[in-house]
DNA sequence: GCGCGCGATGTCAGTGACTGTCATCCACTA
DNA sequence: TAGTGGATGACAGTCACTGACATCGCGCGC
């Protein structure tokens, strides 16, 4: 892989995912990415913020196509059906990516550092979504505690897909977990 | 400050916590840290896993609080008002710490890498609340959705007392976005 | 075809977080 | 008083990350 080879940033991407993988977080320097990857380590830190990082492009997507959601929703809905109806969308988002996400999903699961990074996503995923339930004129509270409980419900029916093995699918999982949360919320659920 | 003055580690968090927002985490060096409490580089790094975790002593505290008021809680009551009576208890935790709650949030919130922190430990509550649901009989799905809700409404309660100033107290808070959150999933929330 | 600018990459030196190892110090006890 | 143990200091080393500057190759105008 020369030095001029294209898709460097994707390159990296990879060979970080297989590394993590391999070897775990901790045991997986930069340098050693890079090099797999056919660049040095000062152009793994020019495409990607740290070393944690690199793992999370996709996060950007996940989070407008919720917002996005959230905004085309009819302006009647209520917040909760507005969360629901976003969470179809991402069901669909990772139809086709099953064993991807598994993959990635345990390589996070074994590092504190990468759990971190993860749950800062989430967090910024539920701020984005709560300033555009407030965009819809949903009050401040009211918005961030349904983005709360939404991004809640997409980690849990997420966890309980790649748990899983071949499953049903996580769109169905979603709505399973949107009812339970409803359910246990109105007090519906046995001690 | 000699080398065998007693309480090193809570000399650490005070002198951590006044550099932090002296200066901001990011422009702190440990070694500064430690000289401020009369002690070397390599002695804090034995007191605290990392530059982060010495903002977190209090954490373990909390869980056992909460976890404790959950096993506490009549068997036959339903998580939700199980959850909300050991938010109730948090409420009173905090009762006299609105100063050192509201420098201690600012100062997270300055830094990215503390939000991080501060994030992992607020799942790691969610994870022991559920737990305890759990050896109380309540469904895995349930009870991991109910201690999430449950840490979302301290959350986004605990954010509304330190922004404001003197305020209604933070229990007086908590109750009322338990309150919001059953009217936001009950649907009873206009758009 | 030719030089030129520009963005992507390489090189190198430096800072600071964190760790392993061993020496040192003080408190307590026999 | 000697000895033991836990806390601390001193020092060297690894690795994440950054700044400064040199270098490369592609596309541009000519």
Redesign the pocket.
């Known amino acids: 892989m020369?030095?001029?080879e294209p898709n460097?940033r994707g390159r990296l991407e990879q060979a970080a995912l297989e590394l993590y993988a391999e070897r775990g977080f901790e045991n997986?320097?930069?340098?050693e990415i890079?090099a797999r990857a056919?660049?040095?380590?000062?152009?793994f830190?020019?495409?990607c913020?740290?070393?944690?990082e690199i793992l999370f492009a996709g996060a950007g997507r996940l989070t407008e196509l919720v917002v996005g959601a959230v905004a085309a929703a009819p302006p009647s809905a209520s917040p909760i059906d507005v969360m629901a109806a976003a969470l179809e969308e991402v069901g669909t988002m990772f139809e086709d990516r099953y064993d991807f996400a598994r993959q990635r999903h345990a390589v996070i699961e074994a590092s504190a550092e990468l759990r971190e990074r993860e749950l800062i996503k989430m967090a910024s995923l539920a701020a984005a979504l709560a300033a555009a339930f407030r965009r819809r004129g949903v009050p401040a509270t009211a918005a961030a505690l349904t983005a709360e409980a939404g991004v809640a419900v997409f980690r849990i029916a997420f966890e309980r897909w790649v748990a899983g093995s071949g499953e049903p699918d996580l769109a169905h999982l979603l709505r399973e977990s949107m009812a339970e949360l409803k359910a246990v919320t109105s007090g519906r659920s046995g001690p």
Chains 1, 2 share one sequence.
Do not use: I, M, P, Y
């Open positions: 020369g030095r001029w460097a997986t320097t930069v340098a890079a056919g660049l040095t380590e000062r152009t830190f020019r495409h913020a740290d070393k944690r």
